[in-house]
């Protein structure tokens, strides 16, 4: 199998209630309905923690509405919104220092999908930079204990099988909708025999001459993805005030994902179900209508990619090429916009950590319209009857 053990978390409860197949997919897409509604609200509770405007429960409810209709689907027929829960649940939890629920939610979200282990180490920053060691401790035995919960029975019934589970996602070719597959594609309309289409690993992917190193730079461009939103995150909570910090850490958890997403070798349209809270969330609590609106573009092209023109893409047709890559860069622009200073208050923050209170914008005084009775008396030029 080619999912964590965590899958079965979400894929049981509706098998448990029913047998009947329809029935079955109607009550798992009520729960990933459920899934995404609850993750609205904990992402919106994180944000409230800042001192900007935080997100309301109604603006959370519409603009979340909006992103999973944008998205289409796949965000309530794959299991994916139980990743988002799970990370809306870190990022409140990190937001609320509850360092318990931090390591269970991260653990969970980990066993669910594998990939939301890249999120760790920009976790890690944020209680290193606060100098919380005892709730990192904390954070770590609650994580290790909950991956072995739901790690222990799959040991126990697969064994050494585990392994395969590994060398499968290792051992994936370029799927078409990564941004690497998207340029061999485009290098099949000058040299067809460059690039061929295979669906093997569950998905559709991309077979080249050149694939290896292109899964080569994809790995690269992976790593130092992760290695730059630590870095600046780690900057950015040096210099920022300390009810801003867990914005700035919710910033670098949704940046290290999408950045990943578009410079990976894999790129599922239901990866982008794990954006939508803590995406929507920030972009409100920011007042940051860019953030939104190239959030919602992504998804909206992912959409249109699958399943509106997929299948003009297993053909390699170059503008279905071009739009994926498209998509991927709008993706990738708006993980960078998770990453710049926000309105001044990192260098307020540094202002504080200096010791000196930030400047203060001072106001000229109003001007006096009153009119006046009598004409001002000049001191400078007195008549020549003064009695001076």
């Given at each position: 199998?080619?999912?964590?053990?965590?899958?079965?978390?979400?894929?049981?409860?509706?098998?448990?209630?029913?047998?009947?197949?329809?029935?079955?997919?109607?009550?798992?897409?009520?729960?990933?309905?459920?899934?995404?509604?609850?993750?609205?609200?904990?992402?919106?509770?994180?944000?409230?923690?800042?001192?900007?405007?935080?997100?309301?429960?109604?603006?959370?409810?519409?603009?979340?509405?909006?992103?999973?209709?944008?998205?289409?689907?796949?965000?309530?027929?794959?299991?994916?919104?139980?990743?988002?829960?799970?990370?809306?649940?870190?990022?409140?939890?990190?937001?609320?220092?509850?360092?318990?629920?931090?390591?269970?939610?991260?653990?969970?979200?980990?066993?669910?999908?594998?990939?939301?282990?890249?999120?760790?180490?920009?976790?890690?920053?944020?209680?290193?930079?606060?100098?919380?060691?005892?709730?990192?401790?904390?954070?770590?035995?609650?994580?290790?204990?909950?991956?072995?919960?739901?790690?222990?029975?799959?040991?126990?019934?697969?064994?050494?099988?585990?392994?395969?589970?590994?060398?499968?996602?290792?051992?994936?070719?370029?799927?078409?909708?990564?941004?690497?597959?998207?340029?061999?594609?485009?290098?099949?309309?000058?040299?067809?025999?460059?690039?061929?289409?295979?669906?093997?690993?569950?998905?559709?992917n991309i077979i080249s001459p050149l694939s290896r190193y292109v899964l080569i730079l994809?790995?690269?461009?992976?790593?130092?993805?992760?290695?730059?939103?630590?870095?600046?995150?780690?900057?950015?909570?040096?210099?920022?005030k300390p009810n801003s910090r867990p914005r700035i850490t919710i910033e670098g958890m949704?940046?290290?994902?999408?950045?990943?997403?578009?410079?990976?070798?894999?790129?599922?349209?239901?990866?982008?179900?794990?954006?939508?809270?803590?995406?929507?969330?920030?972009?409100?609590?920011?007042?940051?209508?860019?953030?939104?609106?190239?959030?919602?573009?992504?998804?909206?092209?992912?959409?249109?990619?699958?399943?509106?023109?997929?299948?003009?893409?297993?053909?390699?047709?170059?503008?279905?090429?071009?739009?994926?890559?498209?998509?991927?860069?709008?993706?990738?622009?708006?993980?960078?916009?998770?990453?710049?200073?926000?309105?001044?208050?990192?260098?307020?923050?540094?202002?504080?950590?200096?010791?000196?209170?930030?400047?203060?914008?001072?106001?000229?005084?109003?001007?006096?319209?009153?009119?006046?009775?009598?004409?001002?008396?000049?001191?400078?030029?007195?008549?020549?009857?003064?009695?001076?």
């Amino acid at each position: 199998m080619e999912y964590p053990p965590g899958f079965f978390l979400a894929t049981l409860p509706a098998a448990l209630v029913t047998g009947h197949e329809r029935a079955y997919c109607l009550l798992f897409q009520c729960l990933m309905a459920l899934a995404i509604s609850a993750a609205l609200v904990f992402a919106a509770r994180a944000l409230a923690t800042d001192s900007n405007r935080a997100p309301s429960s109604w603006e959370m409810a519409a603009w979340g509405a909006v992103a999973t209709l944008t998205l289409g689907v796949v965000a309530t027929h794959r299991y994916d919104a139980s990743v988002a829960l799970g990370l809306a649940i870190t990022a409140w939890a990190i937001a609320t220092r509850r360092p318990l629920v931090l390591g269970a939610a991260m653990a969970a979200s980990v066993a669910l999908k594998g990939v939301p282990l890249l999120v760790i180490p920009v976790l890690v920053i944020h209680l290193v930079r606060e100098r919380k060691f005892v709730e990192l401790g904390k954070a770590l035995t609650a994580g290790t204990l909950v991956t072995l919960l739901l790690g222990l029975p799959a040991v126990w019934v697969a064994g050494d099988r585990l392994v395969e589970m590994i060398r499968y996602h290792v051992d994936r070719p370029l799927q078409i909708e990564s941004t690497g597959g998207a340029l061999l594609g485009l290098l099949h309309a000058v040299a067809p025999s460059a690039a061929i289409v295979q669906k093997t690993f569950g998905s559709t992917n991309i077979i080249s001459p050149l694939s290896r190193y292109v899964l080569i730079l994809s790995a690269a461009a992976s790593v130092a993805s992760v290695v730059m939103v630590c870095a600046v995150t780690w900057v950015r909570l040096g210099g920022a005030k300390p009810n801003s910090r867990p914005r700035i850490t919710i910033e670098g958890m949704a940046a290290v994902l999408a950045l990943n997403m578009s410079v990976g070798k894999v790129f599922s349209p239901q990866y982008l179900v794990w954006l939508v809270p803590i995406g929507i969330a920030i972009s409100l609590a920011t007042d940051r209508s860019r953030r939104l609106v190239l959030l919602l573009s992504g998804l909206a092209l992912s959409q249109v990619i699958y399943p509106v023109t997929y299948s003009a893409l297993e053909l390699l047709r170059p503008w279905a090429c071009a739009l994926v890559i498209t998509r991927n860069g709008v993706i990738l622009l708006w993980a960078t916009t998770l990453l710049r200073p926000w309105a001044g208050s990192e260098r307020e923050g540094q202002a504080a950590s200096a010791g000196t209170p930030p400047p203060e914008r001072r106001r000229a005084p109003p001007e006096d319209r009153r009119p006046h009775r009598y004409p001002p008396v000049s001191r400078t030029n007195e008549g020549p009857h003064s009695t001076r």
